[in-house]
Nanobody, 127 residues
Framework: QVQLVESGGGLVQAGGSLRLSCADSGRTFSKIAMGWFRQAPGKEREFVAAVDWSGTRKHNTDSVKGRFTASRDNAKSTVYLQMNSLKPEDTAVYYC????????????????????WGQGTQVTVSS
């Protein structure tokens, strides 16, 4: 079973950086695509980034392009989200998720693609 444990959230000032990590304690990490979502108070959960199982195919939402980079280290069963040039509007709970379907950059922008979710980690960006 996939068991996702997130870390790296916290408080940072605008313009700063954070790196989120999501470790899979299960046994199926290396052959599944992974994604990152976020949810701000009063808002629905939205797509941030996705990466296929090999780490070579990636897609980010427009609001984070050029600032956020998703990556993975299958040897460590870990996916990362490097967040640079953070803005107050990036404040949200960030979730990692493991895919439950073959990778598609379109499908993996939707929650329907994912079978497992982490607990979420709070990212707060101050002005």
């Amino acid at each position: 079973q996939v068991q996702l444990v997130e870390s790296g959230g916290g408080l940072v000032q605008a313009g700063g950086s954070l790196r989120l990590s999501c470790a899979d304690s299960g046994r199926t990490f290396s052959k599944i695509a992974m994604g990152w979502f976020r949810q701000a108070p009063g808002k629905e959960r939205e797509f941030v980034a996705a990466v296929d199982w090999s780490g070579t195919r990636k897609h980010n939402t427009d609001s984070v392009k050029g600032r956020f980079t998703a990556s993975r280290d299958n040897a460590k069963s870990t996916v990362y989200l490097q967040m640079n040039s953070l803005k107050p509007e990036d404040t949200a709970v960030y979730y990692c998720a493991a895919g439950g379907a073959p990778y598609s950059p379109i499908l993996y922008q939707t929650e329907d693609a994912y079978a497992h979710w982490g607990q979420g980690t709070q990212v707060t960006v101050s002005s």
